[in-house]
């Protein structure tokens, strides 16, 4: 190995390189440390392992944060439950419907009573129910008795109270 390292100029390079450390290593003068190192290298430590203690204004701001999102929340909340009311009466949702079945027809927009002029192609029957969870609407020309609002009218009988969740759809 002796006679590598003689012949090697890069080995040798290296391990005198790695004498030199030793002996600065060795040399106590070389290291002398300034007075209160110890106490202020164990602190710079623990900060930077645990991280500073939040001050009152992180703390502060957090809470701001935090309240500004709760009241946003709240908004959307209350907002969701005010609807505007429709304006025209043939949009309002249906507020009675009828017990019969009534007749839809397949890429329509309405249900129909049975034999309305207004009603054009094939169609099928299904309870009213059913029809405004599929998404269709009373017809306004067949249907208006589901769409008027007075209680007890004579020309009213046959038909039962919408139920608001099949209205709201």
Not at 50 to 59: A, L, T
Request: charged share 20%.
């Amino acid at each position: 190995m002796e006679e590598h390292v003689a012949q090697c100029r890069h080995c040798r390079a290296v391990l005198e390189g790695a004498g030199n450390v030793v002996a600065l290593y060795g040399d106590e003068s070389m290291f002398v440390v300034p007075a209160g190192f110890h106490s202020r290298l164990r602190l710079r430590l623990a900060n930077q392992v645990e991280g500073q203690r939040g001050s009152w204004r992180g703390w502060l701001v957090s809470l701001a944060a935090a309240g500004a999102l709760a009241a946003v929340f709240l908004f959307a909340v209350v907002h969701d439950r005010f609807v505007p009311e429709p304006r025209a009466e043939m949009s309002q949702p249906a507020r009675r419907m009828p017990l019969q079945l009534v007749a839809v027809v397949d890429g329509g927009k309405t249900f129909h009573a049975p034999g309305c002029p207004y009603m054009h192609g094939k169609y099928r029957m299904v309870t009213p129910d059913e029809a405004i969870r599929e998404g269709y609407t009373p017809c306004s020309r067949c249907m208006s008795e589901a769409l008027r609002a007075g209680n007890g009218d004579p020309d009213s009988e046959g038909l039962e109270v919408a139920s608001s969740a099949a209205a709201a759809k």
